[in-house]
């Protein structure tokens, strides 16, 4: 499709000369009657550019077309093109030719620089000839006192030399032809039809840049502003009347570009003060074959800024689901590590629903991550809610969305919920054993059925691989009635139970040191990893680790800080000082842990419900501060403390 063509206006061009060359030029005003209004004005000098002023002010005219001194003087002293007819070979040869029939001896007067093709046509035309500049009026009317005194009686020149040659008692031949001036009138016809085409651009460009919250200002080579638009005028002041061809760096010091022309480079992203406003500023140099002309600032609020980013983040929540990490990054090589790798790496190449348990630290999630990005699912989205972390109310929002209106608070537009947006890729339900029983029946009918029915909505098909974690005892659960039946056997179809650290041997040493050169960074390789690892072996062994692997980090990172801190860290004393480092090693010392495993549970337990208590106690009761301290939902802290006082209270009653 062709697109459309751009209307043409007439031109507009005022022809300002005198005498002979205005007569010339009116004479072919009439062939360009149908193309252009053309205005002749006999004026010179002043007169001439006060009235060509006049009707550039009032926007009636493109093009001036002028001619020798007049001409010069009109481009130096107006804003539009002025077209100036020169002066030709062909020119000079005619006119030396016509005045050859009146006198031998002719003069050529020109404004300022000579004719460079005369001493050729000299010799061809075999004349006395005399080439003359002049630079005023009275310049030119001594130079005909001279050469009438020397015998020169002939003058060939522009219209004005003719008129005053005249008034010395000379002969005039005007020196322009017919064609040199047809000539002229078509270059300015062109150069109207540009300046209109420009403006025409040049509106549409403002019409976008007044539209922009984004404040714009462009200067050129000399750092002159050329345009603004009205957002600079409301994040800095500067306004288009005010700020047009003057100094930036006068208008507002902050704003100036001059670093851009002295290294030729953008400055990008700068976050700046301008009058009292925090701003973030660009600077880019515009290039025209290799040089820089110009520059543009751009000005952003940074408030406006802050607002769309948390806005991108928003949505990049909800369109950008991604799992980060793959079997490979799992450390560990105890046979029990290795088993439940082997185990998820063949459950991948399914599309069955996977159930993974494993105590609070244990990595399920990173087991999960790797089967998504190990399955034929990788390109598609993953994504992860914890759903003891989300309240009851909001949970179902969440999982299955709603439409817009669906209940009071409700987001306008609706929200697709986590399903859909799993739509071809992966699902992670963590901690599936805190989901509430009336939220398990949609889930059931959900993982049947593939479709899901967002609240206030349609049903709407889904393609999701589902893949469950949980550190409960979903099976005792059942038992509890806390966890529906039906739903336990339709997420237990394939199922994973990863290791506890105390259950990974040597795997607690590996960790350790690759644990701690992550915390340390750019230190690690200054210090003796490995060293330290094989003094605190004992230490690290012999704890029981209820917090698993999760617990390890923390401990590994107190570890980092103070050994960043000083190089002699542990360097003697080592027990003394881990007493005030790592109490929890020493919290059961003189209770080692039991040999066999239900009593190491019931051990490992009871240390873990300790340090809860321990937990809530040094943050004055605050639930959510001794949950964040321990790296536990609220939920699950709250849950652990309530079991493990229905179990001492179920003791108590037998």
């Not at 061009?13 to 205005?22: D, F, K, P, W």
């Not at 009026?137 to 005053?164: M, P, Q, Y």
């Not at 109207?192 to 460009?205: G, H």
């Not at 992860?384 to 306008?412: H, K, M, Q, W």
């Amino acid at each position: 499709m062709k697109a459309p063509k751009q209307p043409q206006r007439r031109a507009r061009i005022a022809a300002i000369s005198y005498r002979g060359l205005s007569r010339l030029i009116g004479s072919l005003t009439p062939e360009y009657a149908e193309r252009a209004d053309m205005t002749v004005i006999d004026k010179v000098f002043d007169e001439a550019t006060e009235i060509a002023r006049e009707l550039v002010m009032r926007g009636q005219v493109d093009v001036i077309l002028s001619a020798g001194a007049n001409g010069a003087y009109l481009a130096d002293t107006l804003g539009i093109p002025v077209v100036r007819i020169p002066v030709t070979g062909a020119d000079v040869m005619r006119a030396l030719l016509k005045a050859r029939k009146m006198s031998d001896h002719i003069a050529v007067v020109t404004y300022q620089q000579p004719n460079s093709e005369l001493e050729e046509i000299k010799d061809l035309v075999n004349l006395d000839i005399e080439q003359r500049t002049y630079t005023t009026i009275d310049d030119a009317k001594e130079t005909f006192r001279e050469l009438a005194h020397r015998g020169f009686r002939v003058i060939v020149g522009s219209s004005l030399i003719t008129e005053l040659a005249e008034r010395e008692g000379l002969t005039g031949i005007l020196v322009y032809s017919r064609n040199s001036v047809r000539s002229t009138i078509e270059d300015a016809l062109e150069i109207a039809q540009i300046r209109y085409t420009e403006e025409q651009r040049a509106e549409r460009i403002n019409a976008i840049l007044s539209h922009l919250n984004e404040g714009v200002v462009a200067v050129d080579a000399e750092q002159k502003v050329l345009l603004t638009n009205p957002a600079m005028e409301t994040l800095a002041g500067v306004t288009a009347e005010n700020a047009r061809g003057r100094r930036l760096e006068d208008l507002v010091p902050e704003l100036a570009v001059g670093e851009v022309f002295r290294h030729g480079h953008a400055s990008l992203g700068r976050v700046e003060k301008i009058n009292k406003r925090t701003v973030v500023t660009n600077r880019i140099p515009i290039r025209s074959d290799g040089d820089i002309t110009g520059a543009v600032l751009t000005i952003q609020d940074a408030q406006a800024i802050s607002r769309a980013d948390r806005s991108i983040r928003s949505r990049n929540r909800r369109t950008k689901f991604l799992a980060k990490y793959e079997f490979g990054d799992i450390a560990g090589r105890s046979p029990a590590v290795l088993r439940a790798r082997e185990l998820c790496e063949q459950y991948a190449e399914t599309d069955a629903t996977v159930l993974i348990t494993g105590e609070t630290g244990t990595g399920k999630e990173l087991f999960v991550q790797g089967i998504h990005n190990a399955s034929r699912r990788r390109n598609a989205p993953f994504v992860a809610v914890n759903c003891g972390a989300i309240p009851d109310n909001l949970l179902e929002s969440e999982l299955f969305g709603y439409e817009e209106g669906a209940f009071t608070g409700s987001r306008r537009g609706g929200q697709t919920g986590l399903f859909e947006l799993a739509h071809t890729g992966t699902i992670c339900l963590d901690e599936i054993g805190e989901m509430p029983v009336s939220l398990q029946t949609r889930l059931l009918r959900v993982l049947q059925e593939k479709v899901v029915l967002p609240l206030g909505g349609d049903p709407v098909p889904i393609d999701v691989r589902v893949v469950a974690a949980t550190n409960c005892d979903l099976k005792q659960a059942v038992e509890d009635g806390t966890f529906r039946r039906d739903l336990y056997y339709r997420l237990n179809i394939l199922q994973v139970n990863l290791p506890s650290l105390r259950e990974r041997g040597d795997d607690v040493l590996l960790l350790s040191a690759k644990l701690l050169r992550d915390k340390l960074g750019s230190l690690a390789g200054e210090r003796d990893v490995d060293g330290l690892v094989e003094r605190l072996a004992p230490y690290l062994q012999a704890h029981a680790w209820p917090g698993n692997v999760r617990e390890l980090e923390n401990v590994m990172e107190r570890l980092a800080v103070l050994w960043a801190e000083s190089e002699d860290f542990l360097s003697r004393n080592v027990e003394r000082q881990l007493r005030t480092i790592v109490p929890e090693f020493f919290a059961a010392a003189d209770t080692p842990p039991p040999e066999d495993a239900d009593s190491l549970k019931e051990f490992v337990e009871r240390t873990e419900i300790q340090r809860i208590r321990d937990a809530v106690e040094e943050c004055h009761g605050n639930i959510s501060e001794a949950a964040r301290k321990l790296q536990l939902s609220r939920t699950t802290l709250w849950r652990k403390l309530r079991r493990h006082d229905q179990e001492g209270a179920t003791a108590t009653a037998e």
